[in-house]
DNA sequence: AGGCGCTTGTGAAGGGGTGCACAAATCGCG
DNA sequence: CGCGATTTGTGCACCCCTTCACAAGCGCCT
């Protein structure tokens, strides 16, 4: 299905590395699916069938399976998949198996909840430093972390090989701190500041803002209640679905 | 996301705001569009073209215009769009006229961050209630709110009229608060708790797990550094046999 | 050994989103 | 008053994703 790799030479050649070229909408739910394993795996479950796995992640099931497909799993018929092999396999797709070193610019509000959040470490990263541009924040120790000013990014960036950038700035602030880690040297970033990152090509960017999670919120609220103000025009009023309580949809996360 | 509803009406009749029934991926764009158009506003910028707002918000200007043309904006061809009205526009249909209340439940590391979060109040919404179960903070005053016990929810919930439920407590307790504030009529919910939550058809569940977000970059990053590692087919005829060395993690080889 | 039930993996259909390219509309200016 | 420059709004083709439905594979039981 997907081969729409260049072969470099006709014949043979082979042996490319062949990463498996994944779909965006499916790396997006891998992390998920890791997480729903984990829990699996806690409870004593060797082994799951997609069905179970799926809705432990709130995911179609068919979706799940085409998911897992892609990176050719191994899963076995009649019986679902190994929970101890899936996760190691999803790991390695994710590139989990190395704890990734994480640097956290702007230790305010947030940054300190960031700074003290044990999801961090638990689920494959670490954080190796913090920043703040703020004299009086620097030096600060939180967790075991001292505090440094973002003068020191670029030698503490080499030291401890930083992954990934978080930005916890207020979003003045963000670009400058963006362009300071794109220069050490830093591929991907997490921005938590609500403004627009402009970074070169080949460097990742995912953004969290709040505010807009809210207005999509608030968009659907407002919708809803104009539609129960307003009854749908044609029959059918509130057609009395059956299984009241089905679970809706996936809950959809952020990003694109 | 949950399922759609009836289309618009039938014949024209009602003069009413005509509800859009956006696109999904239009709604969760408006916000960004609305951010840009502010940040303009402020500038002093009164009108602004497609391309200018597409750059501002970091889209695709067919993108933009396709967006807005969803929701009947009122551009002039040949000038653009004027800032001020369009904000309205955006902001009615997102359904931020009305200041939405909001409930805050858990006010642990990451509850005190949002609940001093001033891109709350900027952006169209009101904190109106802080709760938590640990009887050590309840009581504890924070930004002016006091944080009340999970056992007056259902009391404060209708006083204050809340319409979106923010749920930052451990994953564990994130079911049965989502449950109380189901019960108590909210019909929005955005979960910083990394767990899928099952709630009722008509009930709108967004998630934020950083962990989520970084796992994914972390894919990227994966990636990005086999690619430079392995340049595309060098040429000469070292790698010779098919998974020669796939001990090591790549778990390449997806069969047919 | 063979059949049976269960589950995976996937072909194919359908829906939605994206971006190009262009006609239509508007303004400013000569 | 008309013309050209500019910019919107959108038809259309393409691509990705989702979902259904089912054949193939696997283990177990008889
Ligand atoms: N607080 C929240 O719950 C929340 C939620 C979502 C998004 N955000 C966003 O996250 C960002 C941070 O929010 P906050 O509430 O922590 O703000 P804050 O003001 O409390 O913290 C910002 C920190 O960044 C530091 N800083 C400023 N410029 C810097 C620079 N150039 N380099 C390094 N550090 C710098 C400041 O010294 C300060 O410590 C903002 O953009 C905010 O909009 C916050
Ligand atoms: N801290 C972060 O930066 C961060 C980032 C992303 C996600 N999260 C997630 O957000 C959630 C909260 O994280 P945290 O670091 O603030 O944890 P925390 O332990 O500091 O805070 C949790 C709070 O929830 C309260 N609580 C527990 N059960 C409750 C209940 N049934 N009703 C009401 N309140 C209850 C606790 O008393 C506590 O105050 C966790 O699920 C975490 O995984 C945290």
């Known amino acids: 299905m997907s081969q729409h790799r260049h072969p470099g030479a006709p014949g043979s050649a082979g042996a490319v590395p062949a990463l498996p070229d994944l779909p965006e909408a499916t790396v997006a739910r891998l992390p998920e699916y890791l997480r729903a394993l ?23 099931s068919a979706k799940l399976r085409k998911d897992l497909s892609h990176l050719g799993s191994y899963g076995t018929r009649g019986v679902g998949y190994d929970v101890a092999l899936l996760i190691e396999q999803i790991e390695s797709v994710l590139g989990l198996t190395q704890r990734r070193a994480v640097a956290l610019v702007g230790v305010g509000n947030l940054g300190h909840a960031l700074a003290g959040y044990d999801g961090f470490a638990s689920r494959g990263f670490r954080i190796a430093a913090l920043f703040d541009a703020d004299p009086a924040r620097v030096g600060e120790e939180i967790n075991g972390l001292v505090v440094r000013h973002v003068d020191e990014l670029s030698r503490v960036a ?18 400058p701190v963006a362009d300071q880690l794109v220069a050490v ?12 990152l402009s970074v ?31 009854p749908a025009t044609g029959g059918s009023a509130l057609t009395a679905l059956p299984g009241g309580l089905a679970a809706n949809d996936s809950q959809e996360a952020i990003g694109t």
């Not at 984990?38 to 179609?60: F, K, P, Q």
Request: one cysteine or more; aromatic letters at 2%; glycine letters at 8%.
């Open 38 to 60: 984990h829990n699996l795996a806690d409870g004593g479950h060797e082994t799951v069938s997609s069905e179970g796995l799926a809705t432990a992640a709130g995911v179609n």
């Open 158 to 175: 080499a030291e401890e090989s930083i992954a990934i950038g978080v930005i916890a700035t207020p979003a003045a602030a963000a670009q």
């Open 185 to 196: 040297g830093v591929t991907s970033i997490l921005n938590f500041a609500p403004c627009v």
């Open 200 to 230: 070169p090509e080949g460097v990742d960017v995912r953004k969290v803002d709040l505010a807009i999670e809210l207005q999509i919120l608030s968009f659907h609220e407002h919708r809803k209640a104009s539609l129960t103000a307003l």
